[in-house]
């Protein structure tokens, strides 16, 4: 059985955890072995990067330069996939991860103003070309979606409202411009019509197994993408 690889994006605030718990008891009901993982923070090296990428560089408030972030999200995603995602999927698991590239692009290329290219290029080449199968982005006003928020603002959440907004918009830019991967769905709807619509999508998706999008194991096993 091949594995299944799925993705939850979003601004903070959406839902995504409740989702992420929910998705995971179906898959097991169905008798799949389920990983749930997230990024940042998805291993032992990525929770140290995490919390500075979170919180700072020893809990202070220090900036972190543009590009040093995006080096160490890129750090974080390497180790992730080779240590957590890649074995599972090989072993037929349904690896469901909350974050990936795709929040990256958003929140560095949209948010931080890099370009999208080179967020692209380096996370492809951290994770040899590794991407979902199905990427569901919650999606939701940020000023809704922050009023959830039951914890004090981190650096991400705490970047203003003309950041999140920006990083909204690239999160629909990008579901736009993959509509065979993204599912975007209305997160200020309630908890369980939000379920609803992941779980009418997904069933497909767990009776048919195929998930691995990995560009070069595909050319190397002849297939196409």
Not at 51 to 72: N, Q, T, Y
């Amino acid at each position: 059985m091949c594995g299944l690889f799925i993705s939850f994006e979003g601004i903070d605030g959406v839902g995504k955890s409740t989702q992420v718990e929910r998705l995971r008891a179906f898959a097991e009901s169905l008798g799949r072995e389920v990983v749930v993982t997230r990024e940042p923070g998805g291993t032992a090296l990525g929770a140290a990067i995490r919390r500075m990428l979170l919180h700072g560089v020893d809990g202070a408030a220090a900036d972190i330069s543009p590009r040093a972030e995006a080096l160490l999200f890129a750090a974080d995603r390497a180790q992730h996939v080779a240590e957590v995602v890649r074995p599972a999927l090989d072993r037929g698991a349904v690896v469901i991860t909350d974050r990936y590239l795709d929040s990256s692009l958003a929140y560095q290329a949209g948010g931080r103003e890099l370009t999208a290219e080179e967020i692209r290029g380096l996370s492809m080449w951290a994770t040899r070309e590794l991407l979902p199968a199905r990427t569901y982005l919650l999606d939701m006003d940020p000023a809704a979606s922050h009023a959830r928020l039951r914890h004090d603002e981190d650096r991400m959440e705490s970047a203003g409202d003309g950041f999140q907004a920006r990083t909204r918009q690239a999160f629909l830019d990008l579901a736009a411009a993959e509509p065979n991967r993204f599912r975007v769905v209305d997160a200020s709807r309630t908890i369980d019509e939000v379920w609803e619509a992941i779980r009418t999508d997904c069933a497909d998706l767990l009776n048919q197994g195929p998930s691995d999008y990995d560009r070069s194991d595909r050319k190397e096993n002849g297939g196409v993408r």
